[in-house]
Structures are given as structure tokens and as C-alpha cells.
């Protein structure tokens, strides 16, 4: 079974095409700039080279058009035909309280996701515009959703209900959601197969963390809790988004700023985090460089972003009632040694004993960073979005 992976953005369209019999992948990349001037595809061949074509690409229609004809190009392509497509799973941000799971897309599910758009307003539209290119450029292949908030669905009403008057939840669907739930569902899964342990009998902290971030508690194989809310807004630090804050210092802001709605939108999500703070970069990479550098807000920044990690870690602790597994993941939790002994520095208590060398010796692998005598295993599990929309997409096609 050949399934292709979309993930459309806002200006952006990554795509990926797995051979689900062998597992291999065997093509991916990705549009940048759609509607925009200078717009480029940029793939690996089948030699494995690293290509870019620069092209018109005004829509997403027309860029998932285009992908599918490299996708059968005599040169660059790695199937002969369309037909070959046997399935196409998309990623989508929103599902709101509707999706709990994966589904087959129907126009049913594509108007309940048409009543999603207003809880991501830059995102669920151009899923939505994935989903309909596909439909009329490949009109018998079958599609699956894949959702970002669905691995979510298991968190009890105490922790995802907000302190407002009850009227907002009801009318309005003001509560926690939670995102990146594909990762979470995936590096969870995929520690305790590393480990050889029950997946349904863990306690399990995941920490995705890039230039978005979010940590969520995994008990018994499901969500209980995690640390972005409505939006993606809430919970850690991140590269432009400014995370926790006091609800009442948004007023205060907003009037001391003269900003509108619209403009607060903004100023939290684009203007702040790592990047407002530092006036640095979002990038924690040239983060950490400034700080060996001795650049004290680039100090101030990391010390602020690995605490508000290492804090949820311990909350999470306690509402799981202990920790078995705290898995690092994401471009930050893979790739930064930094953060992740931050994170786990003073954490005995919790019977973690970190492993310092181990640590500073590896990016980007499958590994555990904890010492053998550790109860807590510490580990780095690179996440894989796209396999698991993928599988999802078979799973649901041969239930069918």
C-alpha cells in the first residue's frame, strides 16, 4: 500500500510517500511560499540528492499538482502513475470536541471541519484546501484526517475545563485542546517499544520541543494532560509565542501598546517567546551560541525556557503519580543537550539519575540518557509524524 502524507500550512505544503508493505519512504519535500513571489519545491531524488525547482505555485491545488507530477517524473519520480496512490492521509490541526481519533474523510466530516476553522483559524483552512486538491485531482483515492488534538480527547473535564463562566465552554467551545497529540501518541509508543514494557502500564512525560513546544503527561497509554491549551499559545516558551502569562496582564498590555484583539493575537504569538525576549533569534540554536558567548539576555531567555520545561515535568509528575519514562523529542528535545540536562538537573528525588556524558554525545537518535541504576528512563525518541498519519491511514482503509 503507497500512501502519501500532506501536511498543508498556511504557505506551505510537506509531503511525504510511504510504501506501507516495507515501510520505506520513498519520496518526500516540500513547497514553501504557496500564494506567495518566489515559491520553490524543494525534494530528495531517488539518488538521494537534494533538489529545488522554483515555480509559480499560487494555491495549494496547484502545488499538490505539481508535487504529483514530480512524484511521476521520468527523472525525478519514484512511481510511474497516480494509480499507484493506493490512499492520502492529511494532517489537521483542529478537530475540535468532533474528532477523537483518525477518520475516513467524508463530506460529512469535511463540513465538521469547515465548524473547526474558527479554533485555528491559519491552519484548518488550508488542511481543507489538502483535502479538496486531492479530491478533484484524485477524486477514487481515499482519505484519511489525522488530527492534531484528537490524542488529546482522553483528558478528563478538571484538567482541560477553564475557570470561566461555564457559558463560554458551552456556547463556544472555550477549553483545552492540546496539540502535537500525532507526536505525543508516537514517541510514547515508540519508548516503550525501545524499552520492551507495556505501553498500557507506563507513566510517561513527553517533552515536544522546537520552535513550537508542548509537554504532555501519558498515563496507561493516554493523554491526561498536556501543556498547550485552546491554542497553541499556552504552556512552554517558545520560539515567537510567549506561553503562560498572567490573563490579567493582556489588558494591561493592550492598552499600554494600543493594540485591538487582533494585534494581541499577534504581539503573543509572532512577537514574543525566545525571539521578543532575546531580540536574538527564535532559533534556540544561535540561543545557545550567544549564551557560550556570554550574552546575558540570551542567558536570561535559556534559563527561562528550560525552567518552564523542568516545571511542567514536575507538575506531570504529580498528577501522574510518578514517572516511568521521560522521553525528549522535537528539534530542540532531539538535538540540544543543553535543555535536556537542564531539564533533568536535580530530578533524584524523582529516582532519575541522569547520564551527563551520554547526554552531551548525542543528537537526533533513538537512546536512552539516563543511567542503568535509573528508575526513571530518560530517553531521546526523534518523532515521526508522517509514519504515524501513514499508519493511521492504513489502519483505517483496511478496517473498512
Same mark, same amino acid.
Given at each position: 500500500?503507497?500512501?502519501?502524507?500532506?501536511?498543508?500550512?498556511?504557505?506551505? #505544503?510537506?509531503?511525504? =510517500?510511504? $510504501?506501507?508493505?516495507? &515501510?520505506?519512504?520513498?519520496?518526500?519535500?516540500? +513547497?514553501?511560499? *504557496? !500564494?506567495?513571489?518566489?515559491?520553490?519545491?524543494?525534494?530528495?531524488?531517488?539518488?538521494?540528492?537534494?533538489?529545488?525547482?522554483?515555480?509559480?505555485?499560487?494555491?495549494?491545488?496547484?502545488?499538490?499538482?505539481? #508535487?504529483?507530477?514530480? =512524484?511521476? $517524473?521520468?527523472?525525478? &519520480?519514484?512511481?510511474?502513475?497516480?494509480?499507484? +496512490?493506493?490512499? *492520502? !492521509?492529511?494532517?489537521?490541526?483542529?478537530?475540535?470536541?468532533?474528532?477523537?481519533?483518525?477518520?475516513?474523510?467524508?463530506?460529512?466530516?469535511?463540513?465538521?471541519?469547515?465548524?473547526?476553522?474558527?479554533?485555528?483559524?491559519?491552519?484548518?483552512?488550508?488542511?481543507?484546501?489538502?483535502?479538496?486538491?486531492?479530491?478533484?485531482?484524485?477524486?477514487?483515492?481515499?482519505?484519511?484526517?489525522?488530527?492534531?488534538?484528537?490524542?488529546?480527547?482522553?483528558?478528563?473535564?478538571?484538567?482541560?475545563?477553564?475557570?470561566?463562566?461555564?457559558?463560554?465552554?458551552?456556547?463556544?467551545?472555550?477549553?483545552?485542546?492540546?496539540?502535537?497529540?500525532?507526536?505525543?501518541?508516537?514517541?510514547?509508543?515508540?519508548?516503550?517499544?525501545?524499552?520492551?514494557?507495556?505501553?498500557?502500564?507506563?507513566?510517561?512525560?513527553?517533552?515536544?520541543?522546537?520552535?513550537?513546544?508542548?509537554?504532555?503527561?501519558?498515563?496507561?497509554?493516554?493523554?491526561?494532560?498536556?501543556?498547550?491549551?485552546?491554542?497553541?499559545?499556552?504552556?512552554?516558551?517558545?520560539?515567537?509565542?510567549?506561553?503562560?502569562?498572567?490573563?490579567?496582564?493582556?489588558?494591561?498590555?493592550?492598552?499600554?501598546?494600543?493594540?485591538?484583539?487582533?494585534?494581541?493575537?499577534?504581539?503573543?504569538?509572532?512577537?514574543?517567546?525566545?525571539?521578543?525576549?532575546?531580540?536574538?533569534?527564535?532559533?534556540?540554536?544561535?540561543?545557545?551560541?550567544?549564551?557560550?558567548?556570554?550574552?546575558?539576555?540570551?542567558?536570561?531567555?535559556?534559563?527561562?525556557?528550560?525552567?518552564?520545561?523542568?516545571?511542567?515535568?514536575?507538575?506531570?509528575?504529580?498528577?501522574?503519580?510518578?514517572?516511568?519514562?521521560?522521553?525528549?523529542?522535537?528539534?530542540?528535545?532531539?538535538?540540544?543537550?543543553?535543555?535536556?540536562?537542564?531539564?533533568?538537573?536535580?530530578?533524584?528525588?524523582?529516582?532519575?539519575?541522569?547520564?551527563?556524558?551520554?547526554?552531551?554525545?548525542?543528537?537526533?537518535?533513538?537512546?536512552?540518557?539516563?543511567?542503568?541504576?535509573?528508575?526513571?528512563?530518560?530517553?531521546?525518541?526523534?518523532?515521526?509524524?508522517?509514519?504515524?498519519?501513514?499508519?493511521?491511514?492504513?489502519?483505517?482503509?483496511?478496517?473498512?
Amino acid at each position: 500500500m503507497k500512501t502519501l502524507v500532506l501536511n498543508c500550512g498556511s504557505s506551505s #505544503i510537506k509531503y511525504k =510517500l510511504f $510504501d506501507m508493505a516495507s &515501510g520505506e519512504v520513498m519520496a518526500q519535500g516540500g +513547497i514553501e511560499r *504557496v !500564494g506567495l513571489e518566489d515559491s520553490f519545491l524543494k525534494f530528495t531524488d531517488k539518488n538521494e540528492e537534494k533538489v529545488t525547482l522554483e515555480k509559480s505555485i499560487p494555491n495549494h491545488e496547484e502545488g499538490i499538482a505539481f #508535487i504529483l507530477r514530480i =512524484l511521476t $517524473d521520468q527523472k525525478y &519520480g519514484c512511481i510511474k502513475s497516480y494509480n499507484e +496512490i493506493d490512499a *492520502v !492521509g492529511h494532517r489537521v490541526v483542529h478537530g475540535g470536541e468532533k474528532f477523537a481519533s483518525s477518520v475516513l474523510i467524508t463530506q460529512e466530516v469535511i463540513d465538521m471541519l469547515v465548524e473547526c476553522t474558527e479554533f485555528a483559524p491559519l491552519h484548518n483552512p488550508a488542511n481543507l484546501e489538502g483535502i479538496r486538491a486531492i479530491d478533484k485531482i484524485l477524486p477514487d483515492t481515499p482519505q484519511v484526517g489525522v488530527f492534531d488534538t484528537a490524542f488529546h480527547q482522553s483528558i478528563p473535564d478538571y484538567a482541560y475545563l477553564y475557570a470561566f463562566p461555564y457559558d463560554v465552554y458551552e456556547k463556544y467551545g472555550v477549553r483545552r485542546y492540546g496539540f502535537h497529540g500525532t507526536s505525543h501518541r508516537y514517541v510514547s509508543n515508540r519508548a516503550c517499544e525501545i524499552l520492551g514494557v507495556p505501553y498500557e502500564q507506563q507513566r510517561i512525560i513527553t517533552a515536544h520541543i522546537g520552535n513550537g513546544g508542548s509537554v504532555t503527561a501519558v498515563k496507561n497509554g493516554k493523554s491526561i494532560d498536556t501543556s498547550m491549551g485552546m491554542t497553541p499559545t499556552e504552556g512552554l516558551i517558545m520560539g515567537t509565542r510567549c506561553g503562560d502569562v498572567d490573563a490579567g496582564a493582556l489588558p494591561y498590555i493592550m492598552r499600554k501598546k494600543n493594540l485591538d484583539a487582533e494585534g494581541l493575537s499577534d504581539y503573543i504569538n509572532k512577537k514574543s517567546g525566545v525571539a521578543g525576549f532575546s531580540e536574538i533569534s527564535s532559533d534556540m540554536r544561535d540561543i545557545e551560541r550567544a549564551m557560550f558567548a556570554g550574552n546575558p539576555r540570551a542567558i536570561q531567555i535559556l534559563n527561562m525556557y528550560n525552567y518552564r520545561i523542568k516545571k511542567y515535568v514536575g507538575a506531570y509528575s504529580a498528577a501522574l503519580g510518578g514517572l516511568d519514562i521521560l522521553v525528549f523529542t522535537g528539534g530542540v528535545g532531539e538535538n540540544q543537550w543543553v535543555t535536556r540536562a537542564e531539564v533533568c538537573k536535580d530530578m533524584e528525588y524523582l529516582g532519575l539519575i541522569f547520564d551527563e556524558e551520554k547526554n552531551k554525545s548525542e543528537r537526533g537518535r533513538e537512546v536512552v540518557i539516563s543511567k542503568p541504576e535509573s528508575k526513571v528512563k530518560v530517553m531521546v525518541v526523534p518523532t515521526d509524524e508522517e509514519y504515524m498519519i501513514a499508519y493511521d491511514t492504513r489502519v483505517i482503509l483496511e478496517d473498512k
